[in-house]
Each structure stands twice: as structure tokens, then as C-alpha cells.
């Protein structure tokens, strides 16, 4: 079955600065693959996804990911980093269902 | 549209008792999943449906019963509850599959069982 992993468990970041967000994937075929954000005690949201064509996607809330087959990666960065986007992000792969990696926790600091 | 609907937000079981978490869509989505999230491991699937009638395993999905007997509702059903049962548990539906358009999450309910 397919798998994701997150290898950063908790990133800090100062209001401002640049992110980038780690994710790897397990799967035979060309995945489709997204990013989710959860806010404390709230349900996912959906930022971006990916199923085919132009590997650099643009998501909701100035997020951006670039799939590259050769690393089996799917990084989610922001150019500025704003106070509001502290929550956890969870990276997903779709195979024949859907599989999610175990999370990255971003605080910001002011 | 409501979207996706779970009932009940909370509930407090004790060891052994039985208990069905529902949920409801109105987007006539075939494709609906269950998840549990548990805090460093984010979201397992436990069950899901590719349809009325189908129904399948995911990762973690002893204790745990499942149908789908409608294309809108898709009950959980905890048969004899267990404190590892401990956990946020999400619905979520999509179409045409897993991977489809968007998938939708319903708000979660957080089952305690003591």
C-alpha cells in the first residue's frame, strides 16, 4: 500500500520568513498527492493537490508545491510566513485510498 | 448542501459498550472513508466505500464495523468498545473515488472510552 512520511514532527518559524514543509511518498504509480491543514480542534482543509501535468501546483493561502518524481517528494512552502498559518499540515497520498503521513506542527513566532 | 455531517461531536463511552458514530453526506459522492487521528500518527484510515453495497478495510480496522447501505450515510459501529479506541474520528466523502475533485471531512467526533 502506498505511505507518506513527514519527517518533521514540530517547525518553528518567525512571522515573515520563508517555509518549506518536508514530504515523501511511497507509491508504484504516479500518485496523486495533497496537502491538508488542520487548525486546533477544527476538521481538514484542503490547501492543494496534485494529479498530473505542471509539477509546481499553487494552493489556497499563497501555498505552493512542487512534485518531483526523482525524490519521491511533495514540499509545501510559503514565501512569507503569517501568524494565522500556525496549525498542523498533513501530507496525503491516493493510491487505491487515501493515506495520510503523521503531520507537521508549525508555530509562529512573532 | 450540509456537506458532510457527523453525530454525535463527543461521547463518553465505558469498556465493552457498543456504540455507532454516523455520517451523512449530501453531495451524492460514491467514494466515503472513516479515519482516527491520534495525536503523532495523523489520520489512519480504518474503513471505506466505494459505493452502496461495497464496503472495504484500511489500516487499522479491528473493532470496527461498517455499511453502506445508502449512498449517503455511512455508519461506524464500535462493537464492544476499548480505551485504544480513545480517539478523534473523522468521515469524509469524495467523488468519483478517493482522489477525486476534493475530498470533504465532516467536523470529527471525539470519543473518549474509559
Redesign the interface.
Known sequence: AQSVTQPDIHITVSEGASLELRCNYSYGATPYLFWYVQSPGQGLQLLLKYFSGDTLVQGIKGFEAEFKRSQSSFNLRKPSVHWSDAAEYFCAVVGNDMRFGAGTRLTVKP | NAGVTQTPKFQVLKTGQSMTLQCAQDMNHEYM?W?RQDP??????IH?SVGAGIT?Q??VPNGYNVSRSTTEDFPLRLLSAAPSQTSVY?C?SSSP???GD??Y????TRLTVL
Open positions: 472513508s479515519y503523532g500518527m495523523g489520520l489512519r484510515l471505506y472495504d484500511g489500516e473523522f469524509a473515488g478517493p482522489g476534493t475530498q471531512f465532516g467536523p470529527g
